[in-house]
């Protein structure tokens, strides 16, 4: 892990909630899962984020996240716009390639206006402008990391614990779950989130894959729901 000042604040930075790039408004069908009432207690809400850890965000958005960083870190716009399309291609609920390509497209705005000009990040806001790529969020977010000095590992950490805690915050929201509860299952997911970003940082974009048919169904009902607080 990284000793250096600036990466460590851009870590912390980079998984607030306070960063403005909408991920408040997302659950990931979260919503969807309180509203049928098929989340009801503690163990029931840290078994779901945990399938989401190990069936979405690990196989997926990891290896998606940790190969962008290493396209970034080779200044390779081609392979960093091949695994942004390979993401969009298995991420199947239109509500969640929505929310992604949202967020991703915001934080490079956002901190390519803030932090001034860094070529790589030129070149993947320039490529996201004009329709080249999609610009998930976690494949912009590995770019941004490696640009600030973050390590593959380290940015995957970062990405994991922030997904976790929009969740749990997502369910906090709603009111079914108070802080204690939440800071709680958050302390029981932190080996979950070392365990799958160790296992799936070093992955090759081939293997990127998503499996989680409720979640997704979820996500899908979400979007036709009578009454949402959130937009996924």
Do not use: W
């Amino acid at each position: 892990m990284t000793t250096d000042a600036d990466a460590f604040l851009s870590a912390l930075r980079l998984s607030d909630s306070f960063l403005p790039v909408g991920g408040y408004t997302a659950s990931y069908g979260l919503e969807q899962y309180l509203n049928e009432g098929r989340i009801e207690t503690h163990d029931e809400l840290e078994a779901v984020v945990a399938a989401f850890l190990r069936r979405v965000v690990g196989p997926c958005e990891v290896v998606a996240l940790s190969n962008a960083h290493a396209a970034s870190a080779d200044a390779a716009l081609d392979a960093f716009c091949a695994v942004d399309e390979r993401l969009h291609a298995v991420t199947m609920p239109r509500e969640f390639r929505e929310s992604s390509t949202k967020a991703g497209a915001k934080l490079c705005e956002l901190l390519f206006e803030v932090d001034g000009d860094r070529a790589f990040d030129a070149a993947v806001a320039n490529a996201i402008d004009a329709d080249e790529t999609p610009g998930h969020y976690p494949v912009v977010f590995g770019a941004v990391a490696q640009t600030r000095g973050l390590s593959r590992r380290e940015a995957c950490l970062a990405y994991a614990h922030a997904f976790v805690t929009g969740l749990l915050g997502a369910a906090q929201r709603l009111g079914r779950f108070g802080h204690t509860a939440i800071q709680s299952i958050l302390e029981s997911l932190r080996p979950v989130i070392a365990a799958v970003c160790d296992r799936y940082v070093e992955r090759d974009p081939s293997a990127m894959v998503s499996f989680a048919p409720l979640a997704e169904i979820m996500g899908m009902r979400h979007e036709r729901a009578g009454r949402r607080l959130f937009m996924s």
